[in-house]
């Protein structure tokens, strides 16, 4: 007796489908890791108090772009890897010349365009010197002198014309910087426990597709 099995159809057909279906699983799987992995990360920094203007520099993209693909692969970086790598692994922070680092308080302000505040910009914007005074015990203090408070909503301190320093009247010493040998920042979330969770989704996320497709007759 002889058995004769034959295929129906158009095998070349049948595999082109089997290849965009298995593209369109692996694709979607990947965006869709890479697009959670972005989403917790930029929670994690939120969670930490860090801010939403640092958790957007977490940013995600997915290769090829703009084609679906078998190899496809996501990418998860941050625009601040050295601010975020500080937070997320724990560092201790010393000054580069190895004396002292600066921390601008509330009343030394921003610098231009939301620049961050340093004793030598602060000097060069008002004109002013700053004067080092030394706390034994304590951070020491960066201060301007001959200040006077300003009127209104704008708030925060000017320096006193030549007539408000002779009369000596409203006149006080603000402090604009701290300065400490080092800042020790503790760990505050942890970068590599969800990446490696969000990783370990994709096998499920791209069999869930696929079963998804037979269901629908072909379509992811």
Do not use: C
């Not at 972005?38 to 929670?43: I, P, Q, T, V």
């Not at 692969?73 to 004396?99: C, E, M, N, Q, W």
Request: charged content about 25%; hydrophobic content about 40%.
């Amino acid at each position: 007796m002889k058995l004769l099995a034959a295929l129906t159809g158009n095998l070349d057909q049948m595999l082109a489908d089997e290849v965009r279906i298995a593209e369109q699983a692996v694709t979607q799987s990947i965006r869709e890791a890479t697009d959670g992995l972005k989403a917790e990360l930029r929670n994690q920094i939120i969670d930490a108090g860090l801010g939403q203007r640092l958790a957007n520099t977490w940013r995600g993209e997915v290769y090829p772009k703009g084609q679906m693909s078998i190899k496809a692969a996501g990418l998860v970086y941050s625009r601040a890897p050295v601010v975020v790598g500080a937070h997320g692994d724990g560092a201790t922070i010393r000054s580069k010349d190895g004396f002292w680092l600066a921390i601008p308080l509330p009343a030394a302000g921003k610098g231009p365009r939301g620049k961050r505040m340093t004793p030598g910009l602060w000097e060069r914007l008002r004109g002013q010197r700053l004067r080092f005074i030394y706390r034994r015990g304590k951070p020491s203090l960066l201060v301007a002198e001959n200040q006077r408070a300003r009127q209104g909503k704008r708030g925060g301190f000017s320096a006193a014309s030549q007539k408000a320093q002779a009369s000596g009247r409203g006149l006080v010493t603000v402090p604009m910087f701290l300065l400490v040998p080092q800042v020790t920042l503790k760990k505050k979330f942890d970068i590599d426990n969800a990446s490696r969770r969000w990783i370990s989704t994709l096998a499920n996320r791209i069999a869930d597709r696929f079963d998804e497709a037979e269901r629908r007759g072909g379509n992811v």
